[in-house]
């Protein structure tokens, strides 16, 4: 019998809203983006790495990745995410047993597009995976900017 965590691993999830597209499917994020991102000034707290490494990292992880899919507003949710309609634009990482631990990091949304919500519909997704965790006993968030981050994840998570 599988657990409803389990099955995140083996069949990754999608939600949709508008143009924009937040999945769990790890083939979909591009490493090489995601490493600028970890090189550049908005993403602070993570440093870029070599993208073996990386790649490893991301499929030793639960993560969520954030798409701009201008195509997905006349197509239905379970429609083409083929990476040629993709443009990467968020992303959030988690860090767990998919039982008892998880530990929430990496949590980004370009700048560009911050403001359109997207940001707290990422850690929505986040929060709706967490809930199926029935014996989560620990789940962590560490941040550089209490007094902006710790507000954003308490409403949005309902710490």
């Not at 143009?19 to 090489?32: A, G």
Request: aromatic residues 12%; proline residues 6%.
């Amino acid at each position: 019998m599988s657990s409803p965590t389990s099955e995140i691993r083996n069949q990754p999830k999608t939600w949709t809203k508008g143009e924009y597209l937040v999945s769990t499917d790890t083939s979909l994020i591009p490493i090489q983006t995601l490493n600028t991102w970890y090189a550049g000034e908005e993403f602070y707290w993570a440093k870029p790495m070599p993208e073996p490494a990386l790649r490893e990292t991301i499929q030793n992880s639960l993560c969520f990745g954030l798409y701009h899919n201008p195509s997905q507003s006349d197509k239905s949710p379970e429609n083409d995410t083929s990476n040629s309609t993709l443009e990467f634009v968020g992303f959030a990482r988690c860090v767990t047993d998919y039982t008892t631990f998880l530990f929430l990091t990496d949590v980004f949304v370009l700048s560009s597009i911050q403001g359109l919500g997207l940001g707290t519909w990422l850690v929505t997704c986040v929060q709706e995976i967490i809930e199926t965790m029935p014996y989560l006993r620990r789940s962590l968030l560490l941040t550089g900017d209490w007094k902006r981050s710790v507000p954003f994840y308490e409403k949005v998570m309902d710490m």
